[in-house]
């Protein structure tokens, strides 16, 4: 069994008290999506998270100390608000156990960590200028959010820009989803098996996966640092959909005209911004794995 003789313990109140506070900071996100998925309404932008990834509203809710961290119980085992599976309890500390860790998790978790160190230590790459929204629209045979808002340009407008600028697409899952025209107009070809050779930390969709791979991480990463990736992701998307070809203005998006250079030059700014605030959340999670995977530090 993993030692928890040199963890940090939180007397039993505070973490309590952190619990409680935890799920009213998750629920500013997860009570108004509750509310629009049971009327039938979506917003663009902060449903996104919920709908692409296939991680339940209430997983960013239950607050989970992840690995590394003791909590001190003096409660009977039958009280445990947390799955067996994963916790240990020794002379009255509960604890995340990496030991009890199956062969198949560890070999996933340290695939992500592979994952988000090979991301980390390639060259950002910022003169995307979100051009991938604008590939999947080309020629307007397949719209992936007309149900929810219509184009703010003519469809010749959109064409011409995706055949006229440099398209440098990185990741697998943005770039698969491009019109099957687009797709040679792409300098690159990433693909699902040879992700971590593409992926870099300038990317909007790398940095937005990071609230993917803390979910795919839970409970060892621990809900506050998850709840830390998905706001991030929130902001990344809204920065995606400003500079998409969609009218996003009635849910007060004012749009990123990257079909202007000054566009161009805001997207770029803001895209550094937000790889910057994500480049200190990777190195939180490639942490937090490591001690899970490998029970060591960076």
């Known amino acids: 069994m993993t030692s928890h003789a040199s963890l940090p313990v939180l007397p ?3 973490w309590a008290q952190r619990l409680a506070d935890h799920k ?21 932008v902060e449903d996104f998270l919920f709908q692409y990834y296939p991680f339940p509203i209430a997983l960013l809710e239950k607050w989970h100390p992840g690995v590394g961290i003791g909590l001190a119980w003096d409660l009977p085992e039958a009280c445990n608000p947390f799955t067996n599976r994963c916790y240990s309890v020794k002379d009255r500390v509960l604890f995340a156990d990496p030991d009890l860790l199956p062969a198949k998790r560890r070999e996933s978790l340290t695939w992500i ?19 991938h929204e604008w590939a999947m ?16 340009l003519p469809q010749a407008e959109i064409d011409e820009l995706v055949e006229s600028h440099p398209i440098s697409c990185s990741h697998y899952d943005a770039f698969r989803h491009f019109a099957p025209d687009a797709r040679s107009y792409n300098r690159l070809n990433p693909t699902i098996e040879q992700r971590a050779n593409f992926e870099q930390p300038g990317c909007v969709h790398a940095n937005m996966d990071l609230y993917k791979w803390a979910a795919k991480a839970m409970p060892w990463v621990g809900t506050e640092l998850l709840l830390i990736c998905f706001e991030v992701a929130i902001e ?16 007060g998006c004012e749009p990123i005209q990257i079909e202007n250079p000054e566009g161009r030059k805001i997207y770029e700014n803001e ?9 200190a959340v990777r190195e939180k999670l490639i942490y937090k794995l490591q001690f899970a995977a490998f029970k060591q530090s960076i």
């Not at 009213?24 to 663009?44: E, F, M, N, V």
């Not at 020629?139 to 219509?150: F, L, W």
């Not at 895209?271 to 994500?278: H, I, N, T, V």
């Open 12 to 14: 039993m109140a505070t």
């Open 271 to 279: 895209q550094k911004r937000l790889a910057f605030k994500a480049l």
């Open 137 to 152: 629209v080309y020629k307007g045979r397949q719209i992936r959010h007309e149900s929810v808002a219509e184009l703010r």
């Open 236 to 251: 990344l998307r809204d920065l995606d959909m400003r500079a998409s070809p969609y009218d996003l203005t009635a849910w």
């Open 113 to 131: 960590l592979q994952l988000l160190i090979a991301t980390r230590d390639r060259l950002p790459n910022f003169a995307c200028h979100g051009l």
């Open 24 to 44: 009213r900071l998750a629920q500013l996100y997860t009570l108004p999506a509750r509310k629009r998925r049971d009327a039938g309404t979506i917003h663009p």
